[in-house]
């Protein structure tokens, strides 16, 4: 009794020398360093690249290492293109874990070894640092990390997008940010010109919108890699937000809102008449969508606007005449429908709001005293631009309470009972009225656009 249990702590004790394999019948794994998250373990016909030093149990000599060999060691696990230890001991490894695989020599090169590395009965101890997996089923994953209450427009295959990014690997190390370079990656969707992963892990994003996209190695760099920071069969990692998408097929949007609501009748008149009122057209405010194409192109300007640039313009329209044709102006008469009515050679001034997409604002007139001034097709302004302030509503010179009583005869209004007739036209007038000059558009009109105010009409 005493000798037996004498044998069995000395056996312990000199568990290799004397008592194996008793004590490794299996496989032995300590996960001595697993991270907190771990979206993914590693199952059988997955592949991986990881980092590993081989040593012997018996005397910690090491026998094989990837550091030594100069890159991280790629492989299936779980059919037999490793040792059955390594097969079984990788399984359920998570990305950025570290784990020690102790392997008994039946599981490992067994009682021949490996001609003069490995000698017969070796028990083999693997350190293992796990980089990335993935699996030939993997499909380009999209997690949206955040997006933009409103999107007018997500992006399609052929659209035209220009986007920041930071691209890491699966273990995280950065490989390349476009913030790097200071400036967005821009380039054309879905027609090759990205990989494959990429062309797909775009579509469908709104400018604003940020996610990550995980491409694996065979929609990405495959076999290859690229440089020295993408490694061969690498999985990549992109956080990415969009900043802009625009596609050359695009024409100008031009959203019109008639102003009767905001300026005339608000809160005077009933809504029959708010409906003729719209005929005056004055005030009108538009926004204008123009596409880089139509405005800077693909060399935008200096450092405030980017190269292909969509601008967004918030334009307000104080009035405009057509200095070749003043009569044309003071004629008394009712333009019922506004559409169409400026021209080439008018003579425009408007404020507006030109802004990029993701809403940065680029100018703004009112960071000038006096609105912008500008005649339509004199190259004075960006084609988009003109293009966008054509056709606009010119305010009508004529008695504006004579317009709103006649509106009233005619029946398409009625004035708010109980207040006198002279009092609301009197209030309609001064909210029309906005310089407070006593006439509304006529006296704006009459303005003789200034060389100093032309010479701002860079945009
Ligand atoms: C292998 O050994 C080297 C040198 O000691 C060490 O820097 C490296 O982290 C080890 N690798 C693993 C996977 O344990
Ligand atoms: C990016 O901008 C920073 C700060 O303005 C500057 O220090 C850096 O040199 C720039 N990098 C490139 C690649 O232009
Ligand atoms: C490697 O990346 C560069 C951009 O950094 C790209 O121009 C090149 O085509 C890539 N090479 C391969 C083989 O994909
Ligand atoms: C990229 O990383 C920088 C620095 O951590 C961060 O400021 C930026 O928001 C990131 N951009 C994206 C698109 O993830
Ligand atoms: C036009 O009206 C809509 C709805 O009232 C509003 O959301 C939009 O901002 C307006 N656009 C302009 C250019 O004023
Ligand atoms: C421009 O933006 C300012 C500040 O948001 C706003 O008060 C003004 O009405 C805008 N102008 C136009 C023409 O949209």
């Known amino acids: 009794m005493e000798l037996a ?18 004590p490794f019948v299996d496989v032995v794994v300590d996960r001595y360093d697993i991270p907190r998250v771990c979206p993914r373990e590693v199952e059988t ?16 000599k090491k026998f094989d290492s990837s550091h030594d060999r100069g890159k991280a060691f790629i492989s299936q696990v779980g059919l037999g293109r490793l040792i059955t230890g390594m097969d079984r001991g990788l399984q359920g490894m998570c990305v ?41 089923a993997d499909e380009v994953q999209i997690r949206t990390l955040h997006k933009p209450a409103s999107c007018p427009r997500a ?20 490989f390349d940010s476009s913030y790097s370079r ?3 990656y821009d380039t054309y969707l879905g027609q090759g010109d990205l990989i494959k992963g990429m062309d797909q892990g775009l579509l469908g994003m709104c400018v604003g919108e940020r996610r990550i996209v995980i491409v694996p190695p065979f929609l990405a760099y495959g076999e290859i890699g690229n440089g020295t920071r993408i490694p061969p069969q690498a999985t990549l990692v992109f ?18 809102n008639s102003t009767y609501n905001t300026y005339i009748g608000k809160g005077y008149v009933i809504r029959g008449m708010d409906q003729a009122l719209q005929g005056l057209c004055i005030g009108e405010k538009r926004r204008i969508v123009i596409p880089p194409h139509l405005a800077y192109g693909e060399a935008g300007v200096g450092e405030l606007i980017p190269a292909s640039t969509v601008l967004v313009f918030d334009i307000h329209v104080i009035d405009f005449h057509n200095p070749e044709d003043p009569v044309d102006v003071k004629v008394t008469h009712r333009p019922l429908d506004c559409g169409g009515t400026s ?21 703004s007139s009112d960071h000038y005293d006096a609105p912008s001034i500008t005649t339509l097709g004199a190259d004075l302004v960006i084609p988009g631009l003109e293009k966008g302030l054509g056709g606009m509503c010119v305010g009508e010179k004529r008695e504006f309470s004579a317009f709103i009583m006649g509106q009233v005869e005619e029946g398409k209004g009625r004035l708010r009972p109980g207040v006198d007739a002279d009092t ?7 909210n029309q009225d906005r310089n407070k000059d006593g006439k509304i558009v006529e006296s704006e009109a009459d303005d003789e656009p200034e060389p100093e105010a032309a010479r701002r009409d860079e945009l």
């Open 96 to 136: 950025n874990e570290q784990r020690r695989i102790t392997i008994p020599p039946h599981l490992a090169y067994g009682s021949i070894g490996t001609g003069g590395v490995v000698p017969p009965d070796a028990v083999l101890v693997y350190d293992v640092l796990l980089l990335d997996v993935w699996n030939t």
């Open 182 to 184: 200071n400036a967005t």
């Open 5 to 22: 249990v004498f044998t069995l702590v000395l056996c312990l004790h000199d568990v290799i020398v004397s008592c194996l394999p008793a």
């Open 424 to 430: 609301i036209i009197q209030d309609m007038f001064n």
């Open 343 to 363: 021209e080439v050679d008018d003579w425009i001034r408007y404020r507006y709001n030109c802004s990029l997409m993701d809403g940065t604002l680029l100018y």
């Open 45 to 60: 016909e997955d592949f991986i690249r990881y980092h590993f030093n081989g040593t012997f149990h018996a005397d910690g």
């Open 155 to 174: 992006a399609a295959a052929s659209d035209f997008v220009r986007y920041h990014y930071n691209g890491t690997l699966l273990s995280g190390a950065p």
């Open 239 to 256: 956080e990415a937000l969009l900043v802009d998408v625009f596609n050359a097929k695009d024409d100008l949007i031009v959203e019109r």
